[in-house]
């Protein structure tokens, strides 16, 4: 199973990620855990701009996109 803790503000401010709809309008903040959930259960997908790894949240050798988009309407 996946864990991580976050050690300070730092790297709880890291560890978000931006969730849009299907339009590429922005809808919430997420945590990492949700948004690897949604990627997960395909009910999400990386963002397409997303090119660089700087664009990477990087956790326990796994790397969840720092944008993603919801593959339908809430």
Do not use: F, H, Q
């Amino acid at each position: 199973m996946l864990y991580y803790k976050c050690n300070n503000k730092k790297d709880e401010d890291m560890s978000r990620v931006l969730l849009l709809n299907s339009e590429n309008e922005p809808l919430r903040i997420c945590s990492w855990k949700r948004a690897l959930v949604l990627l997960l259960k395909g009910k999400a997908e990386c963002d397409e701009r997303i090119k660089n790894i700087e664009d990477y949240i990087s956790i326990d050798n796994t790397y969840i996109p720092k944008v993603i988009k919801l593959n339908y309407d809430m």
